[in-house]
């Protein structure tokens, strides 16, 4: 599932550490790309056991790579179509 997230946009976590946190996604990571701790400056070799790329994330004063499908997007309209009021047809 593909949330089409971006650099700056905002996320709630739904499973794995950090769970129920708000996130400040800050840019996409590749696997075995090498990140820079932005808390230590230490560089790192992301090797993800899934193989595949996560979200470097902000948590006030902490950072962690998370995958997307762990994921939740804060943005845009919520509510379920079928619970949106329907605008009123004109009467004749």
């Known amino acids: 599932m593909s949330h089409n997230f971006k650099s700056?946009?905002?996320?709630?976590?739904i499973s794995g550490g950090y769970m129920g946190q708000t996130a400040e996604l800050m840019h996409f990571v590749m696997p075995n790309e090498v990140v820079v701790s932005p808390a230590s400056g230490k560089k790192y070799q992301f090797r993800?056991?899934?193989g595949i790329g996560g979200w470097m994330c902000?948590?006030?004063d902490e950072w962690a790579i998370k995958h997307e499908k762990n994921l939740m997007p804060l943005?845009?309209?919520f509510t379920h179509e079928h619970l949106?009021?329907?605008e009123a047809e004109p009467c004749e």
């Not at 700056?8 to 976590?13: E, H, K, P, T, Y």
């Open 8 to 13: 700056g946009d905002l996320a709630l976590v």
């Open 48 to 50: 993800p056991s899934a």
């Open 58 to 60: 902000r948590f006030r």
């Open 75 to 77: 943005r845009g309209d």
């Open 84 to 86: 949106k009021a329907k």
